[in-house]
C-alpha cells in the first residue's frame, strides 16, 4: 500500500540532469526502517544516507539497486551527487515502513573521488609452504584464471585420475587462493564463505585458518561499517577465537581494535539519554584496546557530566596520551582548574528548581536565571495549565562567548537531557542587560522542554512536536522570509517531509540549513495550530490526551475533530 509519496525534483546544475522521487511504503514484515534506492539515470550517480550511528554510500549505475537497512528509525539525510554535483535532503525513516528512492535522468561522469573508508585495514596472511599434487590436467592448467581451474577439478573427467585426498587438497589450495583473492577486493563475505570450503579439505593448515580468521573480521569491519552491529559482533567473536588458536598476534590485536571501534561506534549511535548502556560499551572498547582515545574521551565527557571531576580528568589525561589534540589540552586545563576551586557545586535548593553551578556559583546568573526559571513556571505553565512535579534539576555552566551561544538560532544553546543546561555562567551583568530577551527565550525554552517531560514521560512526545511547542511558548519567532521560501521550496519538492514525518532527534542533522528548515517547520505548524485552530486551549487537551497515554493520532483527533495529516493539509495551504 501506498501510504506517502513526495515526488521531487532535484536538477543538478552543470550537465548532469538526475531528478530523485521519494516515497515510503508500509511494510508490516520490517523490523528496521529500510530504504531501497534505485537509479534509472544514465550514468553514474552515488547516493548517500547519513543519520544516527549510520552512513552508507553507493555508486549506481543505470539499473542498480541496493537497499539500506540502518538500525535506528528517525530523520536521516541524503546526498546525491552526479559528477561534482551535489544536492541533499532529508529521509524520513519509520519503523514499518520501507523508503523507496528512485533515481532518473542522466549524470554527468563521475570527476569526484569515490567514498573509502578511513577504518582500520586489516592485513592479509602470506601463503605458507607449498603442497606437492601431481597435475593430470598439462602444462597449459597453470594459466588458467581460479575459477577455471576450479571448474576443472571441480568438474573435468581429468580430475578423475587424481586419488580423492590430492584432489581435495588441490581444491582446497583453489580455494584458499580464491578467497584471498576476493579478502584483498574486500568481497570479505564471499572469502569467508569459499575459505571456509578451504578449512574444511585442509584442516591442519595454519595459513588457511588464519585467512578465514582474517576474511571474517574483515566481514564483521564491514558489517560494522554499516550499523549491523550485532552481526559485526558475532563476526569479529568468531574471527578472534580462530585467530588466537593460531597464534598471530598481529592479526589477534588488530581484532582487539575492531572489536573496540565496534563498541564505540555503537555506543555513539546510541541516545544521550542511554547514558548507562553507553558507559558499558565504551568500558567493554577500553578491555580490548586500553588506549583507544574515543572511548576514553567519552568516558570523560560522562564522568564530568556526572560531575566525577576526578575522574573525567584521569580519563581525558589519557585520551590525551593517545591523541595530543589542542582542544584536548584546554578541556584538561579547565577541568583542572575546576577542581582546584574546590568548593565545587553550589545548590540553590529553594522551590522547584534545582540550581548548580558547574564550577563556583555566578551570584547576578543565579538570581537571574531563578527569576527567569520563575517567570517560566508562572508563564508558561498557565499555557499548558501544568505545574512540573517534583525537583527540575538546572545546571548553570560556562561555554564561550554570548554572542556564539544566542546568536545565531533562537533555538541553539540550551539543552534538555532530564536537566535543563543553560551556558550562561560566563555572562557579565551587562551581558544579561543587553540579552534579556533571548535569555528569556533560551530559558522558556528548555522549561517547556522540561514541563512537557516532566508530566507527559513515558508517554511519548515527538521531537517535532516538542519544539514546535517549545519555541512557541516561549515567544520565540525563528521566522524570516529567506528561510521561508527555502522551507517552501523544500516541502514542495519533498526535500523535507511534513511534520508528522519528523521522526526521531533533530540534532542527526548536521547540515544547519537544514535543521534550520526543520525548527522553523515545527515552529510554524504549532503556529498555525495556535493562530487558526483553537489556541492554546485545545494544545492544553492534546497535551493531556498524549500524558493519559493516547496515541498521538488519536489525541489529535481528540482535540481538533481533524485527523494530523487533514491539519498539515490545511497549514500547507496556508504557508
Ligand atoms: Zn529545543
Not at 130 to 145: D, V
Not at 337 to 360: C, H, L, N, P, Y
Request: glycine letters at 8%; hydrophobic letters at 40%.
Amino acid at each position: 500500500m501506498l501510504v506517502a509519496g513526495a515526488g521531487l525534483l532535484l536538477a543538478l546544475p552543470g550537465w548532469s540532469k538526475v531528478d530523485i522521487l521519494i516515497q515510503q511504503v508500509a511494510d508490516g514484515s520490517l523490523q528496521k526502517p529500510t530504504v531501497r534506492v534505485q537509479s534509472q539515470a544514465a550514468g553514474s550517480v552515488r547516493f548517500t544516507c547519513v543519520g544516527r550511528g549510520f552512513l552508507k554510500t553507493s555508486t549506481l549505475e543505470q539499473g542498480d539497486s541496493e537497499e539500506l537497512n540502518p538500525a535506528n528509525y528517525g530523520v536521516y539525510q541524503f546526498r546525491l551527487s552526479a559528477g561534482s554535483d551535489q544536492s541533499r535532503g532529508l529521509l524520513p525513516l519509520e519503523e514499518g515502513k520501507r523508503t523507496e528512492v528512485l533515481i532518473t535522468g542522466t549524470a554527468s561522469p563521475d570527476r569526484s573521488p569515490r567514498f573509502t573508508s578511513s577504518s582500520g585495514e586489516l592485513k592479509n596472511q602470506a601463503p605458507g609452504e607449498p603442497i606437492r599434487i601431481p597435475n593430470p590436467f598439462g602444462p597449459a592448467f597453470e594459466k588458467l584464471s581460479i575459477d577455471e581451474k576450479i571448474r576443472l577439478v571441480e568438474d573435468s573427467p581429468e580430475a578423475q585420475s587424481l586419488s580423492s585426498s590430492e584432489r581435495g587438497q588441490l581444491l582446497g589450495i583453489l580455494y584458499n587462493e580464491k578467497g584471498v583473492q576476493e579478502a584483498n577486493s574486500k568481497n570479505f563475505e564471499t572469502a569467508e564463505e569459499i575459505l571456509r570450503k578451504a578449512q574444511q579439505l585442509l584442516a591442519d593448515e595454519n595459513t588457511v585458518r588464519m585467512n578465514l580468521a582474517f576474511a571474517m573480521a574483515g566481514n564483521g569491519n564491514q558489517k560494522r561499517l554499516e550499523g549491523s552491529f550485532n552481526l559485526a559482533d558475532k563476526k569479529l567473536g568468531e574471527a578472534l577465537a580462530l585467530a588466537e588458536g593460531s597464534g598471530d598476534g598481529s592479526l589477534v590485536s588488530q581484532i582487539h581494535s575492531a572489536r573496540a571501534a565496534l563498541y564505540v561506534d555503537q555506543a555513539l549511535a546510541m541516545p544521550g539519554s542511554e547514558q548507562r548502556r553507553r558507559t558499558t560499551l565504551f568500558e567493554k572498547a577500553l578491555e580490548e584496546n586500553p588506549d583507544h582515545a574515543a572511548a576514553l574521551f567519552n568516558l570523560g565527557q560522562i564522568a564530568y557530566q556526572e560531575y566525577d571531576l576526578e575522574t573525567a580528568l584521569d580519563y581525558f589525561e589519557r585520551a590525551y596520551q593517545q591523541s595530543p589534540q589542542p582542544d584536548l589540552a584546554k578541556l584538561i586545563d579547565k577541568v583542572r582548574i575546576e577542581i582546584e576551586e574546590a568548593g565545587d557545586f553550589v545548590t540553590q535548593d529553594r522551590g522547584v528548581f534545582k540550581i548548580s553551578f558547574e564550577g563556583s556559583e555566578v551570584k547576578h546568573v543565579a538570581r537571574e536565571t531563578r527569576k527567569l526559571l520563575a517567570d517560566a513556571e508562572r508563564e508558561v505553565g498557565r499555557k499548558f495549565v501544568l505545574r512540573p512535579k517534583g525537583a527540575i534539576p538546572v545546571v548553570i555552566y560556562s561555554a564561550g562567548q554570548f554572542q556564539q551561544i544566542l546568536g545565531l538560532h533562537s533555538w541553539a544553546g540550551g539543552a534538555y537531557d532530564g536537566k535543563i543546561r543553560l551556558p550562561i555562567a560566563g555572562l557579565s551583568e551587562a551581558d544579561i542587560d543587553q540579552g534579556r530577551d533571548k535569555l528569556r527565550e533560551l530559558v522558556f525554552h528548555e522549561f517547556t522542554h522540561a514541563l512537557l517531560h516532566n508530566r507527559t514521560s513515558p508517554a511519548h512526545i515527538p521531537v517535532w512536536l516538542h519544539e514546535g511547542l517549545a519555541q512557541n511558548a516561549a515567544g520565540q519567532n525563528p521566522d524570516n522570509p529567506m528561510l521561508h521560501a527555502q522551507l517552501i521550496d523544500s516541502l514542495n519538492s519533498g526535500r523535507i517531509p511534513m511534520p508528522s514525518r519528523l521522526a526521531g532527534d533533530f540534532t542527526g542533522i548536521a547540515d544547519p540549513g537544514l535543521a534550520s528548515q526543520v525548527y522553523l517547520e515545527s515552529y510554524l505548524f504549532i503556529k498555525y495550530l495556535l493562530d487558526k485552530q483553537g489556541g492554546w486551549s485545545r494544545i492544553k487537551s492534546l497535551v493531556s490526551s498524549i500524558e493519559a497515554g493516547e496515541s498521538l493520532e488519536a489525541s489529535f483527533r481528540k482535540a481538533y475533530r481533524k485527523s494530523l495529516d487533514e491539519l498539515e493539509q490545511r497549514w500547507i495551504k496556508e504557508l
